[in-house]
C-alpha cells in the first residue's frame, strides 16, 4: 500500500522557521523525483519545489528561492522542506508527490497535506 505521510506543520510567527517531513512507503522511494505543492482554498495547487531521485538537481518556484531547501534521505524514504524566513503569503496546505517517468508513463502519488499557518 503506497502511502506519502507528511508532518511538522503548524503555527509560526512570520520570520520563522519550519521542517516539514514526508515519509514514504509502498513504493520504491529512491527511484521517484519528490516535490512540495502548497494550496489554498479557492486557488489551483502551486509547484513549491523539486528534487531528483539521487539528489543531484533541485528546483524551487521564485517566491520560495533563498527561503526554502528541499532535500531527501533515500535511507530513510524521507523527503523534508526546510522553510525559513516565513512570510503570511506562505499560510497553505503543503503536499508532498511523488513522480515517476518511465517508458513513457508516469506513476504520480500524493500525500494528504499539512496545514503551515503563518500569522502574528
Known amino acids: 500500500q503506497v502511502q506519502l505521510v507528511e508532518s511538522g506543520g503548524g503555527l509560526v510567527q512570520p520570520g520563522g522557521s519550519l521542517r516539514l517531513s514526508c515519509a514514504a512507503s509502498g513504493f520504491t522511494f529512491s527511484w521517484y523525483a519528490m516535490s512540495w505543492y502548497r494550496q489554498v482554498p479557492g486557488k489551483e495547487r502551486e509547484w513549491v519545489a523539486s528534487?531528483?531521485?539521487?539528489?543531484?538537481?533541485?528546483n524551487y518556484v521564485d517566491s520560495a528561492k533563498g527561503r526554502f531547501t528541499i532535500s531527501r534521505d533515500n535511507a530513510k524514504n524521507t523527503v523534508y522542506l526546510q522553510m525559513n524566513s516565513l512570510k503570511r503569503e506562505d499560510t497553505a496546505v503543503y503536499y508532498c508527490?511523488?513522480?515517476?517517468?518511465?517508458?513513457?508513463?508516469?506513476?504520480?502519488?500524493w500525500g494528504q497535506g499539512t496545514q503551515v499557518t503563518v500569522s502574528s
Open positions: 528534487i531528483t531521485s539521487t539528489a543531484e538537481s533541485t
Open positions: 508527490k511523488a513522480e515517476l517517468r518511465s517508458w513513457g508513463q508516469t506513476a504520480t502519488y
